[in-house]
């Protein structure tokens, strides 16, 4: 089993329905051994439990394998409060559904139709009982795939992996790149990479490799330069976009042509994993700021915060410095982002690394439904900087502009 890919490059499946409808019997049956627990005890998966493998043709995929949603123990809401997060990391719903079941199972008809997601419904112990047609056409007309689940495996399997191959987000199907549409065939990129204390030892962060192996994939000529070479390296190489590190951004502007291309890392991973338009004009909503306003700063793992910590001290000092207001910083990190938003006057969300794009979307929503503006890290420094306009540029996003999307 390949577990060398991060999590939040995985396709993730959630596993959802009734205490004790076979949703871990599912996935060991799926994997072809036996990696979750299974009991005729109901809730015996009582948190969510995660399970990387890979599943040929698709690569590398996380289950979430939740506890039953119909759980009334003591620590039920809890595990509903989960499975509810889990819902919103997955790429494709998995709902499984008892063929016992005299009825139809509300809630999962509830997240077919309203989670926004593809659904595929397994209908378990059909080898026991038959599936109840009427209860298939229910969840069909709510929008799911549903499939049967019965011996033999192989068969079962090849309708499965063929469900999952129809409604695969377009994301997996033809992975979006990093320098889709911002560099001519054949162009010249610059990277401007800091090697100071912050930089890590021996080598390079995800997004700088990420970008080198996207150039040469595209069979650009990369150029990379710490920062105090920049104009040597525009002069001799007149690149057709620069790229630095959000740290120094006000360098790179203030060292590049006024007419050269130029961006930031963190942006670029803003384009392909969460959405770019909103996060832009959330950064713009540091213009509006007021004395007294509450700021929160998002965290998607409990890193250990350094002392000049970026989001705890170094974001929170320019922003003061830029807007001169009087405003509170609160951190959430982790599991902790609050279910209620409408305190905050902005929320700004670090580049969430450790996290897929579904999860990253998820929390731009929750802030839009909340009406409570949200950016990030490297677009709030830019913004606060006065570099945003010029480093979004090479993506057609003016901040007064409709929404663009990623292509
Ligand atoms: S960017 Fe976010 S998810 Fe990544 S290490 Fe920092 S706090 Fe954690």
Redesign the pocket.
Same mark, same amino acid.
């Not at 670090?350 to 996290?355: D, H, L, N, R």
């Given at each position: 089993m390949k577990q060398s890919v991060p999590k939040s490059q995985r396709l993730t499946l959630a596993l959802v329905g009734k205490t004790n409808a076979g949703k871990s019997t599912l996935l060991n049956l799926i994997a072809g051994q036996p990696v979750a627990i299974t009991s005729p005890i109901a809730g015996t998966t009582t948190d969510v439990v995660e399970q990387a493998m890979e599943l040929r043709p698709f690569g590398p995929v996380l289950w979430l394998d939740t506890g039953g949603w119909d759980d009334t123990t003591a620590l039920g809401e809890a595990r509903k409060e989960r499975t509810a997060k889990a819902l919103a990391r997955a790429d494709i719903i998995i709902g499984v559904a008892s063929s016992a079941n005299t009825t139809p199972d509300d809630e999962l008809l509830r997240v077919i139709r309203e989670s926004g997601k593809p659904v595929i419904v397994v209908m378990t112990h059909a080898d026991e009982t038959e599936p109840p047609a009427q209860q298939m056409e229910v969840y069909r007309s709510a929008g799911a795939q549903v499939l049967i689940k019965r011996e033999p495996r192989d068969t079962f399997l090849n309708h499965f992996k063929g469900a999952l191959t129809m409604v695969l987000p377009k994301e997996f199907v033809a992975p979006p790149e990093l320098l889709a549409g911002i560099v001519p065939p054949g162009g010249t990129v610059l990277q401007i990479i800091p090697i100071d204390s912050q930089a890590p030892k021996g080598r390079l962060i995800l997004p700088q490799v990420n970008v080198l192996r996207n150039a040469l994939d595209r069979n650009f000529i990369s150029v990379v330069v710490t920062e105090d070479r920049i104009k040597e390296a525009v002069e001799r190489f007149r690149p057709d976009l620069a790229i630095c590190d959000s740290q120094v951004v006000d360098r790179m502007i203030a060292d590049l042509p006024p007419d050269l291309p130029a961006t930031t890392y963190s942006i670029l991973m803003a384009r392909l994993k969460g959405d770019l338009p909103s996060l832009a004009a959330g950064a713009a909503a540091i213009r509006q700021l007021k004395d007294g306003d509450t700021i929160l700063i998002g965290?998607? @793992?409990t890193?250990h915060a350094a002392d000049e910590d970026i +989001?705890r001290v170094k974001i929170p000092a320019l922003i003061r410095k830029k807007t001169g207001k009087q405003l509170t910083f609160e951190v959430a990190?982790g599991k902790d982002f609050p279910n209620d938003l409408s305190r905050y006057a902005l929320i700004i969300h @670090? +580049? +969430? @690394?450790?996290?897929n794009r579904a999860f990253m979307l998820w929390r731009i929503d929750q802030a839009k439904q909340a009406t409570v503006p949200i950016t990030n890290?490297g677009v709030a420094i830019s913004e606060a900087q006065g570099v945003l306009d010029r480093v979004l540029q090479p993506f057609g996003i003016t901040l007064d502009a409709a929404p663009t999307t990623i292509n």
């Open positions: 965290e998607a @793992c890193h +989001g990190s @670090c +580049g +969430g @690394c450790m996290i890290y």
